[in-house]
C-alpha cells in the first residue's frame, strides 16, 4: 500500500504543469472607445442644434 501510494505520488511530481490558460481575448477597452466616441459626438451634434437655434 505505502509502495503504491509513493509511486502514484512520485509520477505527479514528474508529470509537466498543465499550461496556462489563456488571457482574454478582449478585455472590453473596445467597446468603451466605441461608447466615448458616440457619446463624444452626440454632444457635438447638441451642441451645434443649440448653437443655431440660438441663432
Known sequence: MFLQ?????AQSIMM???APA???????????????YVLMFGALAVGID???IQS
Not at 5 to 9: E, H
Request: aromatic fraction near 8%; proline fraction near 15%.
Open 5 to 9: 501510494s509513493f509511486i502514484v505520488y
Open 16 to 18: 509537466p504543469a498543465p
Open 50 to 52: 443649440v448653437r443655431e
Open 22 to 36: 489563456p488571457g482574454p481575448s478582449s478585455d472590453g477597452k473596445i467597446l468603451d472607445l466605441g461608447i466615448a
